[in-house]
C-alpha cells in the first residue's frame, strides 16, 4: 500500500495533466487519414471505429486504434448525411437520413446496411410513408432499432417528436409514444434500460441554428413511459452524444449565437440526473463522427465553423479513465466504466465494518483497504504502460509524432 501510494506522484502526476485534456490523434505510420466531412456520424464495431456519411457522399472509413491506420472501404450507394447509425454484430444500418440539398433536403426512404466483413451495402427495408424523416436519432437494442424525433422538412420546419421499433429480422414497424419535445440534428444514448435525447434543435429558416431543445427527455423500456429531466447547460445542435457507463456525454455541437463550433463537452449522470462539465475539446466542431474504445473517447472530423463551410481532417480523443474520475462521487468513479458497475464489488468488503468496536470490523476494514491499494497499484501500472506506448501529436498539421 505504501508502495502504490508513492507511485501516483512520482509516475502520474505529470501525466495525469495531460490525460485530462484532449490530444490530437496521432498521425498513422502508413501516412493515412481520414477524409474531412461534416453532418457525418460514427459507430464502433468490434475493436475499430467506422466514419460514415457527410455531404457530398464521403467514403465509409474504418479506424483502427490498434494499428492507428485509416482504410477506405468505398462510397455508399447514394449521399447519405445527418443520420445516427446503428451497429447489430457486423452490421452498419443507416436509417432516417437526408441526401442531396439544402435547405430543403430529401428524406431517404430506404434502410441501408453496410456489411463491415465484406464492405458491401444492401438495402434492409423502408421508413414507413407516415413516418419519413431526416436528421433523426437511432439507437439499437436486444437486436431492434429504435428511431426518434426528426425533421420532415430539411432545414425549413418540421421537427417532429416520433418515435418508433424497427425489427430488422422480420421488417416490422412499431408505433410508439411521442418524445416530449420534438427535435432534429441530435444522437440519443442508450444506458441500461433507458434511452436518453438531449441537445439538438427545431430547425427552420431564416436561422437554422436556432431554436435549440434544452430538456433531456427519457425514455424507459421497462415502463413504455417518457419524463422530462434536467435541462442541459449548453444550448447546441450537431453534437455527439454518446453513453459511457452510467454517464452520457455530449460533445461539440453549434449554436446561432457563436460563428464557430463549440468545444463544450458535458456529461448527464443518469444516476443523479444532473449535468456536469467535462474537459473541452481541442476544436470545436460539429456534424462530427465520434465514440468510445476503450481506453478512449474519439472525436473524428466535423466541422469547425457554424454551418458547415470549413470541414477539419483533424481528430482527437480523451482518454477513458479520466471520464470515470470527473464524476466527483469519490469510491464511486469505476461504475462508470463500460465494464459495467464493477467497481461496487468493493463494498462487500465494508461487511466487516457492521461491527465498529470490534476486531472484526477491524479485519474487515483492513482487507477492504489492502485490496484497494492492490487495485490503484495495478491501475496505475496500466496507465503508466498507456502513456509509455501511446505517441501524442502536439499539433494537427504535423506529419509525425514524437513519442512521449
Same mark, same amino acid.
Given at each position: ?13 505529470a501525466?495525469?495533466?495531460?490525460d ?7 498521425a ?17 464495431v ?12 464521403r ?5 483502427t486504434?490498434s494499428?492507428?491506420?485509416w482504410?477506405?472501404?468505398g462510397v ?5 448525411h445527418?443520420?445516427q ?7 452498419i ?10 435547405p ?9 446496411r ?6 458491401t ?13 431526416g ?8 437486436g431492434?432499432i429504435?428511431?426518434?424525433?426528426g ?10 417528436a ?6 430488422p ?13 420534438a ?18 434543435r ?5 436561422n437554422?441554428?436556432a431554436?435549440?431543445?434544452l ?5 424507459s423500456f ?23 457507463g452510467?454517464?452520457?456525454?455530449v460533445?461539440?455541437g453549434?449554436?446561432n ?8 463537452v458535458e456529461?448527464?449522470d ?34 469547425s465553423?457554424?454551418?458547415g463551410a ?15 474520475g470527473?464524476s466527483?462521487?469519490?469510491?464511486e468513479s469505476?461504475e /462508470? =466504466? +463500460?465494464?459495467g &458497475? @464493477? %467497481? #461496487?464489488?468493493g463494498?462487500? !468488503?465494508? /461487511? =466487516? +465494518?457492521?461491527? &465498529? @468496536? %470490534? #476486531?472484526a470490523?477491524e479485519? !474487515?476494514e ?6 484497494? %491499494? ?11 504502460l498507456?502513456?509509455c506506448?501511446?505517441r ?10 514524437t513519442?512521449?
Amino acid at each position: 500500500m505504501a508502495t502504490a501510494g508513492a507511485l501516483a506522484p512520482l509516475s502520474l502526476r505529470a501525466d495525469a495533466a495531460t490525460d485530462t485534456i484532449w490530444q490530437w490523434l496521432p498521425a498513422s505510420d502508413d501516412g493515412s487519414i481520414l477524409t474531412a466531412r461534416h453532418e457525418a456520424a460514427s459507430v464502433v464495431v468490434g475493436e475499430a471505429i467506422y466514419l460514415l456519411g457527410g455531404r457530398g457522399n464521403r467514403p465509409v472509413e474504418r479506424y483502427t486504434p490498434s494499428t492507428g491506420q485509416w482504410e477506405n472501404l468505398g462510397v455508399a450507394p447514394m449521399e447519405l448525411h445527418h443520420f445516427q447509425p446503428v451497429a447489430i454484430d457486423t452490421d452498419i444500418y443507416v436509417i432516417g437520413a437526408f441526401t442531396c440539398c439544402y435547405p430543403r433536403e430529401s428524406i431517404v426512404q430506404q434502410i441501408y446496411r453496410f456489411n463491415t466483413l465484406t464492405a458491401t451495402w444492401d438495402v434492409a427495408g423502408n421508413l414507413p410513408e407516415s413516418r419519413l424523416r431526416g436528421s433523426s436519432a437511432a439507437v439499437g437494442r436486444n437486436g431492434k432499432i429504435y428511431v426518434l424525433g426528426g425533421n420532415t422538412q430539411g432545414h425549413d420546419g418540421g421537427a417532429v417528436a416520433w418515435f418508433d421499433e424497427f425489427d430488422p429480422v422480420t421488417g416490422v414497424w412499431n408505433e410508439l409514444p411521442d418524445a416530449p419535445h420534438a427535435r432534429d440534428h441530435f444522437s440519443a444514448a442508450l444506458v441500461k434500460d433507458q434511452l436518453v435525447a438531449a441537445a439538438g434543435r427545431q430547425t427552420h429558416l431564416p436561422n437554422p441554428s436556432a431554436n435549440p431543445v434544452l430538456e433531456t427527455d427519457l425514455y424507459s423500456f421497462s415502463t413504455g413511459q417518457w419524463q422530462t429531466s434536467t435541462k442541459i447547460p449548453t444550448a447546441r445542435s450537431g453534437a455527439v452524444t454518446v453513453s459511457h457507463g452510467t454517464d452520457v456525454i455530449v460533445a461539440g455541437g453549434e449554436i446561432n449565437t457563436a460563428t464557430t463550433a463549440l468545444s463544450t463537452v458535458e456529461a448527464f449522470d443518469t444516476r443523479s440526473s444532473t449535468w456536469r462539465t467535462m474537459p473541452s475539446l481541442q476544436m470545436g466542431r460539429h456534424g462530427s463522427g465520434g465514440g468510445v474504445l476503450a481506453p478512449y473517447l474519439y472525436m473524428l472530423s466535423g466541422a469547425s465553423s457554424l454551418g458547415g463551410a470549413v470541414e477539419t481532417e483533424t481528430s482527437e480523443r480523451l482518454l477513458v479513465p479520466n471520464l470515470m474520475g470527473e464524476s466527483g462521487e469519490s469510491g464511486e468513479s469505476s461504475e /462508470t =466504466g +463500460e465494464t459495467g &458497475e @464493477t %467497481g #461496487e464489488t468493493g463494498e462487500t !468488503g465494508e /461487511t =466487516g +465494518e457492521a461491527g &465498529e @468496536t %470490534g #476486531e472484526a470490523g477491524e479485519a !474487515g476494514e483492513a482487507a477492504s483497504s489492502n485490496k484497494g %491499494g492492490a487495485f490503484n497499484f495495478w491501475l496505475i501500472a496500466l496507465l503508466v504502460l498507456i502513456r509509455c506506448t501511446t505517441r501524442r501529436c502536439i499539433d494537427p498539421t504535423a506529419k509525425s509524432c514524437t513519442v512521449r
